[in-house]
């Protein structure tokens, strides 16, 4: 079955049935979606962000990536584990993923969506697609930790060690990175976490300890220790190990 006949196969269930099915071939989509996956689609109206769509591209080729993007009226997309970013117009996509292997998909955090996108600038703006250079960034490094490894490994977040700190009153400081000549403002939280992160640990540890600092559950404040430190590395003020 060529790729035409297919999308007009699964247009046709959309439209009559209401739903589509769909087999994942490759790991584009790692670790939500695997090779040999099937995947329900549902055709809306509009698409969100973070949403897994359905579209052909570049020789009628089907995708199944993820939105990260919408801008004057064309939607950009990229696979969790890929680099490149597609952009398709909303008349060209098929559906989007509601359920894999019959399950719900897992929840889709915003904050990986952002950094998702911001792994893709780096790629193409930083280290103009040579993606041997993008593996050793500090930022790529985290993205793996956070989506691909769902924050399993054994990765180290340590605060900056040539950061310079000058107390600007009794509650905040100032951060100065002598290297890049860059200053930040830094809150009582941000001192908090970042006096966490003076010896190197892992994710899990830094949550853990600023869950009994703060007393509060450690999912509770595990996305927003993840947004600190997708912003922290951004500024140079935290580096991965």
Do not use: W
Request: aromatic fraction near 8%; proline fraction near 4%; glycine fraction near 4%.
């Amino acid at each position: 079955m060529n790729n035409d006949t297919q999308i007009k196969i699964l247009q046709l269930q959309l439209k009559t049935v209401g739903h589509a099915m769909l087999t994942v071939s490759g790991d584009s989509m790692l670790p939500v979606l695997s090779d040999g996956d099937v995947v329900t689609l549902k055709k809306e109206d509009q698409y969100k962000l973070g949403d897994i769509l359905v579209y052909p591209y570049k020789e009628g080729m089907l995708l199944i990536h993820r939105l990260l993007l919408i801008d004057n009226c064309r939607y950009y997309c990229k696979g969790d584990n890929s680099l490149r970013l597609e952009d398709v117009d909303i008349s060209e996509i098929i559906g989007k993923v509601v359920l894999v292997n019959g399950n719900e998909l897992p929840p889709n955090s915003p904050s990986h969506t952002k950094l998702s996108y911001a792994i893709n600038r780096l790629f193409v703006k930083k280290y103009r697609y040579d993606s041997s250079k993008l593996v050793n960034d500090h930022l790529y490094k985290h993205y793996k930790n956070i989506v691909m490894n769902k924050g399993a490994s054994f990765m180290l977040y340590q605060t900056n060690p040539n950061l310079e700190y000058i107390q600007t009153d009794e509650h905040s400081k100032v951060a100065f990175d002598p290297d890049h000549k860059t200053t930040f403002f830094l809150d009582e939280v941000s001192q908090d976490i970042l006096e966490a992160m003076k010896e190197p640990k892992t994710l899990e540890n830094i949550v853990e300890e600023l869950s009994k600092i703060y007393d509060a559950p450690k999912e509770e404040i595990s996305t927003d220790v993840e947004v600190f430190l997708t912003d922290a590395i951004t500024k140079k003020l935290v580096v991965t190990k």
